[in-house]
Every structure is written in C-alpha cells, then in structure tokens.
C-alpha cells in the first residue's frame, strides 16, 4: 500500500506542509480532504458529471469544497481548473489551476476577499514562506485581473454542467 496522498504531486507536497505544521490554519477554512463527498450528487447524478470532478478540499467551515474540474483528459491534474462547490449553492470555477488556487489561499479568508481579513491564521506566515520556497509563488499582486483570467474557465464550465442540467451560477 502507497503512503502517497493523492496522484497529484502538489496536494501531496501541500499534506506534507499540513501535516509539519499540525492542527493549525494556515488559511481560513481550507483543509485537505482529498476524495471526500463533495455533495456533486445534488447537482446532478450523472455518472458523467460526477466523474467530471477530484473533490480535494474543504473550502469553508460550513462544508464547501474544492473540487478539480477534468475539463480534458490532461495527464498533469494540477493544471485542471479549480471549482468552488459551495454549501449553498454556488458552483463556479475558482481558478485556472492548483497553482493559483495556492496563491489565492493566501488571502486567507474562505471568501478569498481580502477586504473581510481581520487577523491572519496562525500557520499564514509559514505558508507564505512554504508557497514561495516549494513553488516561487507569491500573494496575487492583481486580484482584478486573476479573477478576470479564470472568466474564460467559469463560462467553459458553465456550458459543460448545462449539458447535465446543471445552471451553476
């Protein structure tokens, strides 16, 4: 039996992160959770559709998540999208990939609004220092224009989850 975490490298270099840290936050309502109900089945029960998706993450404390979107058959996981499944209702692509995704968890804030930040979690400053050391990543410098870039993702996204009647927002 394999001790590796998940088949993508960079969640598994993030759970070892995790698991050196201990049981802090390094950002506000995130949590690994790699293959955990992500509650799909509520949108649609397609096997397609579910099979669309590796729910990786919690996203809030009130049970949202992080999902990949397998918007290809791309062999690198870490460059598929990144789709918020929210607890209420919200399905949306949250980023280009894993990568920004990282960057965006900077922030800090399971909204990733960094106007809400009013006390960073204890693990943030060791998570800036790991984000930069394991992949020369920095916090966005231009939200406006990151969130602008995952725009052509959401409407792709979009159009493929109309195919299951799903209307994400």
Request: with cysteine; net charge negative.
């Amino acid at each position: 039996m394999s001790d590796v975490y998940s088949p993508v490298p960079e969640l598994n270099l993030l759970k070892e992160f995790e698991n050196r840290l201990g049981r802090v936050w390094y950002s506000e309502g995130f949590e690994l959770a790699y293959g955990v109900d992500a509650g799909l089945h509520t949108w649609s029960a397609d096997p397609e559709f579910l099979d669309g998706f590796i729910p990786f993450a919690l996203a809030t404390h009130s049970g949202s998540h992080y999902a990949l979107w397998r918007c290809d058959d791309r062999t690198d996981l870490a460059t598929l999208p990144v789709v918020f499944v929210g607890d209420e209702g919200d399905l949306y692509v949250v980023a280009r990939n894993l990568l920004e995704l990282f960057q965006l968890l900077t922030i800090d804030h399971e909204t990733l609004d960094p106007d809400l930040v009013e006390q960073h979690s204890e693990g943030h400053e060791e998570y800036l220092t790991w984000l930069h050391e394991t992949f020369g990543l920095r916090p966005p410098e231009d939200l406006d224009a990151l969130w602008a870039g995952q725009k052509e993702h959401d409407e792709q996204f979009k159009t493929w989850a109309s195919r299951f009647g799903v209307e994400p927002d």
